[in-house]
């Protein structure tokens, strides 16, 4: 598996990019900077971007797709965050940017979608909260979690479209995940389920 990352961006976002072994196509996961960059790297590793994925639509994890995508590359986002690329006002958030314009090839994700792209498939896990559209990705015994768990902390639910309710019973679903898995965060280290469990005091009450 080919999995890198980079987060020296304003908002310490990480972007994700992923492909399986001996496969030249590769993923991006949350793209919010320098589509230059995500370019360089993946020619580096001698892959090229097939499609892009965004675990919810706040401008830190969205911000280059439109540059990024064009009108080749598909972004797959959850219907109920795909607002946000034309009219981030409308949609709700309160988050202080701009909308940053459509891509040619828009998919709208679901519950319970599988993406399988690059030698990868991954199952669309919808945790609202953060924001309406808030999904992780899984694949295997990993897991995209997007802004809904970080090591040893969770995503905000106090902007204007998020909803406590909704992240608290999303955190429930991470928790039924098995220990094993590895959590790929939309900020921070990587961190495992196991370990979340044992000690984010933000689960404790949770559990």
């Not at 979608?113 to 990993?142: K, M, N, Q, Y």
């Not at 106090?158 to 098995?178: G, K, Q, W």
Request: proline letters at 8%.
């Amino acid at each position: 598996m080919y999995l890198e990352a980079f987060s020296d961006n304003p908002f310490a976002t990480n972007c994700w990019l992923l492909s399986a072994e001996g496969h030249q196509e590769a993923l991006v996961v949350d793209p919010g900077f320098e589509p230059d960059r995500v370019r360089r790297l993946l020619a580096e590793a001698g892959k090229r971007p097939v499609a892009v994925l965004a675990t919810h639509g706040h401008h830190d994890h969205i911000g280059a797709v439109r540059e990024l995508c064009g009108n080749e590359l598909p972004l797959y986002i959850h219907k109920d965050d795909e607002l946000a690329l034309t009219d981030a006002a409308a949609w709700g958030s309160g988050y202080p940017a701009p909308a940053i314009g459509r891509p040619g090839h828009v998919r709208p994700l679901a519950d319970g979608d599988v993406i399988d792209e690059a030698g990868v498939e991954l199952e669309v896990v919808h945790t609202p909260g953060h924001t309406p559209g808030s999904v992780c990705f899984r694949f295997d015994a990993s897991l995209f979690s997007g802004d809904l768990v970080f090591r040893g902390s969770i995503g905000r639910s106090d902007f204007p479209n998020s909803s406590e309710e909704a992240m608290s019973a999303s955190l429930r679903r991470f928790l039924t995940l098995p220990d094993t898995v590895e959590v790929y965060p939309g900020h921070g280290p990587t961190t495992r389920v196991a370990v979340e469990r044992a000690t984010n005091p933000f689960l404790a009450h949770l559990a």
